[in-house]
């Protein structure tokens, strides 16, 4: 039987720091996400159609996966010579100004091409900063976990996405139920971008508060940092590449599910962006119970295992996501919502736990930050661009399929990864 304290209630800072840090992390794409969706293509892009507006938004969206992997490589530079902490302040502290310098700038009505290139060059710093969040939250969060309880603990950042998605979602709800269209488009659309700078202060101020972790004192006192450890990478190709494909699915149910289902669901299907906000609320809630579920199963269980169910599921979601997006019936688009997020839970809430294992503590956060953000350029940038190309030129039914692609490279990448027996 345990005694003392249980490893939550022992490690509840730890937990929350991690948390906090990646539900900014989520909040703060997704108010990208979701004004790119409604209304960055015509205040920031002219064009000949709506269509290539949301377009050229949703490839501005696509600019910050290009910069997380070079985000990755920097921060996990200095998490993996000067450690965990003072990195994660300093992506977390670039991350949220570039988010809060967006609420400022002009659109192309007031200073022409100059407003879509100063978006471009802020996306490109919240993705920089994003680049070292995710890696050095999870390590916080699984260097300090019990032994069996890596996935469970590894599964806290992961929570910060429903948590960020709910506060950007239900922002942006709020503002509709009480601004009116030409005020939440010439003005309402900046207070979620302003709302950012009190999150960002509340990630720092726990963040501050905690101390470097075990493993990584550990590693330190056996051997000195590796002077570059992106170099150090050459030694673990197989390990990188089905971190990286193990990454994908997650990337890709998320944004189809959220970002390119409300272009959809508030353009081509007519609903009003209310009522695509509140579904998309409450199937945000299946999101969570999916992580906090594929995190109990994968410490009884493998992560692998559990990540594997998921991307099979994945594969199935795909066949139908098109179609059931594209009916028209506000049941079925939250019934397939609910399932692609809960279906997301499974493969995303055990990365925490999975990915740490495929590396040697001397290297993990930048390993896990390059596999993980570069994952993330295949499902998260490439996979909404190539879904929204495909609706624009009327094979909506058929955008499920990215997902069906996405699950078979995840399930690849979870099956060939091994887990690495070094630990410094």
Known sequence: ????????RQHARILTAALVGTAVEFYDFYVYATAAALVFGPLFFPAESAAAQTLFAFMSFGIAFIARPIGAIAFGHFGDRIGRKSTLVASLMLMGASTLLIAFL???????????????????????G????????ALLAVEYAPKG??????AAPQLGAPLGFLAANGLFLLLGLFLSDADFKAWGWRIPFLASAALVGIGLWVRLRIAETPAFREALAKAPPPKLPVWELRRHPGALLA???GVVAAFAIFYLATAYALAQGTTKLGYARETFLAVQLGANCFFAIGIAAAAVLADCSTPGRTIGLGAAATVGLGLVFGPALASGSLWTVFTVLSTALLTMGFVYGPLGGW????????????A????????????????????QWMAGAGHGAQAGLLLSAAGLLTLLGVSLARPSGATA
């Open 243 to 245: 971190g990286t494909a």
């Open 355 to 366: 990915l740490p294992r495929l590396f040697p503590v001397r290297v993990r956060y930048s």
């Open 149 to 154: 309880w890596e996935s469970r603990f590894g």
């Open 106 to 128: 002009p659109t192309f009505a007031m200073a022409g091409w100059i407003a879509p290139a100063l978006l471009c060059i802020l996306r490109f710093g919240q993705g920089f």
């Open 368 to 387: 896990i930050s390059v596999a993980f953000n570069g994952g993330g350029i295949l499902g998260g940038a490439v996979t909404p661009i190539l879904a």
């Open 1 to 8: 039987m345990q005694s003392g304290p249980h490893p939550i």
């Open 130 to 137: 994003l680049g070292g969040e995710w890696g050095g939250a």
